[in-house]
């Protein structure tokens, strides 16, 4: 079994950053890519991005390409969210996820440990 806690969520100005962390405990989680997730109310949850276990290999949703950056540190058991020139609609509530192989996916179901969340609130 995996405990995954996110941190570092909060309220930030349109155009500031955010640096989101997610610490995974119970069981090393180094073999498995990570993913984040993000869900806006009323909305469905939506892919943000996702790190591959070689800690090299990164992919993200088209639309925030080039503001949102995912690192880890395996020694950590760690996974980080940059999140720059942030937008209000960038808005939800941020999930991090333990990816069911080496090299994670997309979809939700690509994922089996999730945690519980941290809010992101940009404000204009």
């Known amino acids: 079994q995996v405990q995954l806690v996110e941190s570092g969520g909060g309220l930030v100005q349109a155009g500031g950053s955010l640096r989101l962390s997610c610490t995974a405990s119970?069981?090393?989680?180094?073999?498995?890519?990570m993913g984040w997730f993000r869900q806006a109310p009323g909305k469905e949850r939506e892919f943000v991005g996702c790190?591959?276990?070689?800690?090299?290999?990164?992919y993200y949703a088209d639309s925030l390409k080039g503001r949102f950056t995912i690192s880890r540190d395996n020694a950590k058991n760690t996974v980080y969210l940059q999140m720059n020139s942030l937008k209000p609609e960038d808005t939800a509530v941020y999930f991090c996820?333990?990816?069911?192989?080496?090299?994670?996916?997309?979809?939700?179901?690509?994922?089996?440990?999730w945690g519980q969340g941290t809010q992101v609130t940009v404000s204009s």
């Open positions: 996820s333990v990816g069911r192989t080496s090299y994670g996916g997309r979809r939700s179901e690509d994922y089996g440990y």
């Open positions: 119970g069981r090393t989680v180094s073999s498995y890519a």
């Open positions: 790190i591959m276990s070689n800690g090299l290999t990164t």
